[in-house]
């Protein structure tokens, strides 16, 4: 069971916000808090050091905020997950979270339960995206970038990308089509590549925005 242990960091200012994430995750029993951080700097140094498999990230914080560490760690090539934990006034800096690589968000009065699901959900591989979020991304895209090289997709890299949109992981998406994990990820690399995106979520908002999610 110890490999299916989701390992989680906590990077909030406010100590309270922490202790109270902390003692809640901590009664779930595949999930365990590895480390916490005040900003997004330590965030930062906190992720690579302990590589977690999840970081509940803040978004305004001194210093680095939550945005910019998102950035530094997509540099880094750091392979953790991160869900944004914001208040609902905060929606507006959530498009520029996850265009940096958020694999989505929570409000903070969210229920813990559903916190907990949330982040097995981003753990999993799927993309946490509230309807209102989804349309301001849309809505910002240019209407005329990556419209034409969606014909350079085979059928079944549409295939797996209608998928991703459905919010399926790898795995799931593997079963789905009888195919292996290994090629679902070289499937999802040559649609990254032929779409020049950067990640799911982006890949996620074309599909939506191109007909190709079902």
Do not use: C
């Not at 200012?13 to 916490?36: C, K, P, S």
């Not at 520029?96 to 694999?103: D, K, Y």
């Not at 949109?165 to 649609?191: F, M």
Request: no cysteine.
């Amino acid at each position: 069971m110890a490999d299916k242990i989701i390992r989680v960091l906590l990077v909030d200012d406010h100590q309270v916000v922490r202790r109270g994430l902390r003692t809640f995750l901590e009664i779930q029993d595949d999930i365990e808090v590895v480390g916490e951080a005040a900003d997004g700097a330590e965030g930062v140094a906190r992720s690579e050091e302990l590589r977690p498999d999840v970081v509940l990230m803040d978004i305004k914080m001194p210093g680095t905020d939550g945005i910019e560490a998102l950035r530094k760690l997509r540099e880094l090539d750091n392979p953790a997950k991160v869900l944004i934990v914001t208040s609902f006034t905060e929606q507006r800096t959530v498009v520029p979270a996850l265009r940096a690589g958020a694999s989505g968000y929570v409000y903070k009065d969210v229920d813990p339960e559903a916190l907990a699901g949330a982040i097995r959900s981003v753990h999993a591989g799927h993309v946490l995206l509230q309807p209102e979020v989804a349309g301001a991304l849309l809505a910002q895209e240019d209407s005329g970038t990556g419209t034409g090289r969606g014909s350079t997709l085979t059928e079944r890299e549409r295939e797996v990308l209608g998928l991703i949109a459905d919010g399926r992981s790898n795995r799931e998406i593997a079963r789905a089509l009888v195919l292996s994990e290994k090629t679902v990820k070289t499937h999802v690399s040559n649609i990254l590549m032929k779409l020049d995106l950067a990640d799911r979520t982006q890949a996620a908002l074309w599909a939506v925005r191109h007909g190709v999610a079902g």
